[in-house]
Every structure is written in structure tokens, then in C-alpha cells.
């Protein structure tokens, strides 16, 4: 039982235009929303975040936006670079839990110059 | 500053073996977190920890063990290996719901 989904398993974009990754959930107790990045070798960083009290989170090129009725989050990098080119992990939390995150399969994000 | 800190980074163990895999934090975090990662999948949560002392089970702790004694260490052990613990694991720690990493460690059991 899935409760974090990332339907896609790649995304190819060309480097200046926008990159947006998608995430749905499933359990409507989750309320705190995360996004992590990885490159080969190396663990996960953080990289954005968004409480549900709020719909929009923005930090320079990232913006999380998070729609609840539909359980549904998206990350839009604007422009995208080569180095984002990693694989990018959809979190949700529940509060009270001990911040024990659920994550997604993750996305290959290939930026091409 | 070295945040999380995992050893090994790497390690081939035969059926039947055992092994501890440490993870150590310098951000004195309560939260601790063991997570395998297999290919195509995303993190699965094995134990955490939300103090000195104090762990629990996640996801699929079977055939895991840990312990806390201190804010600093939290080490996973393996008892008796077997292949389906074949994996990347990383550990993380956190004060609330934003977890720091570690490098992983690269487990292949034989």
C-alpha cells in the first residue's frame, strides 16, 4: 500500500525551461510535505518544504505548490540547470508521529545543455 | 560541522554473517532514523529513535536490530545476513520533521 505516490519514474527537460515533478498521497492525515534530492552516491538533501496549512512555498528556483482536496503536490524548478539533474524523492509527514516521513519512488530528473 | 556520518560506505557479507553499521550525528538531534533504500524504491523506514534510550520499529524491521546509549550514536545491526538485505542503507537524524542524511552505507549479501 502505496501511501506516497510519484507516477513518474523520469523526466527529461532542456536546460532554462521548467522542470515539474509531481507527487499524490493517499493518507489525508499527512500534513507536513517534503521535497529531497539525490545525486549518485550520496544520500538524500533536503531541499523544500510546505505545511498544509499553506498551498505555496517558494525558495529561489523551487516552489513547492500543495493542493489538498486533491492530495496532490508538484515541484516546479524555474529555469532548470544541468545540476539539478538527480533523483528527486516526494515526503509526507504526520504530525505527532516523530516526524517518521513516508517517500515516494523518486524521479530521475535529466536537465539536458 | 560533519552532520551524519555513516561507516562503513561499503561491505560484502556472506549468508549467515553479522555486522553493525554505525551512524553518527554532531548536531545533537533527538530524532534518529535507519532507512533501507533497494533499487527503483524509495526510503523504508527500519527503526528510529527519539532519544537516548528510546527506539522503536518502522517499516520493516525484521531482521534488524538497534540500540541508542547516546544523543550522538545510533548503530543498526545485522544478525545472521541474508541476500534480501542486499541494500543501501542510510541513516538520518532530525529535530523535527527536516532529516539529515548520511552518505549510506552499500550492503551486498553473498
Known amino acids: 500500500d502505496q501511501q506516497v505516490k510519484q507516477n513518474s519514474p523520469s523526466l527529461s527537460v532542456q536546460e532554462g525551461r521548467i522542470s515539474i515533478l509531481n507527487c499524490d498521497y493517499t493518507?489525508?492525515?499527512?500534513?507536513?510535505f517534503l521535497w529531497y534530492k539525490k545525486y549518485p552516491a550520496e544520500g538524500p538533501t533536503f531541499l523544500i518544504s510546505?505545511?498544509?496549512?499553506?498551498d505555496k512555498n517558494e525558495d529561489g528556483r523551487f516552489t513547492v505548490f500543495l493542493n489538498k482536496s486533491a492530495k496532490h503536490l508538484s515541484l516546479h524548478i524555474v529555469p532548470s540547470q544541468p545540476g539539478d539533474s538527480a533523483v528527486y524523492f516526494c515526503a509526507a509527514g504526520q504530525g505527532g508521529s516523530n516526524y517518521k516521513l513516508t517517500f515516494g519512488k523518486g524521479t530521475l530528473l535529466t536537465v539536458n545543455p | 560541522n560533519a552532520g551524519v556520518t555513516q561507516t562503513p560506505k561499503f561491505r560484502i557479507l556472506k549468508i549467515g554473517q553479522s555486522m553493525t553499521l554505525q551512524c553518527t550525528q554532531d548536531m545533537n538531534h533527538n530524532y534518529m532514523y535507519w532507512y533501507r533504500q533497494d533499487p527503483g524504491m524509495g526510503l523504508k523506514l527500519i527503526y528510529y529513535s527519539v532519544g537516548a534510550g528510546i527506539t522503536d520499529k518502522g517499516e520493516v524491521p525484521n531482521g534488524y536490530n538497534v540500540s541508542r546509549s547516546t544523543t550522538e550514536d545510533f548503530p543498526l545491526r545485522l544478525e545472521l545476513a541474508a541476500p534480501s538485505q542486499t541494500s543501501v542503507y542510510f541513516c538520518a537524524s532530525s529535530p523535527g520533521f527536516e532529516q539529515f542524511f548520511g552518505p549510506g552505507t552499500r550492503l551486498t549479501v553473498l
Open positions: 493518507n489525508s492525515m499527512f500534513d507536513y
Open positions: 510546505i505545511s498544509s496549512i499553506k
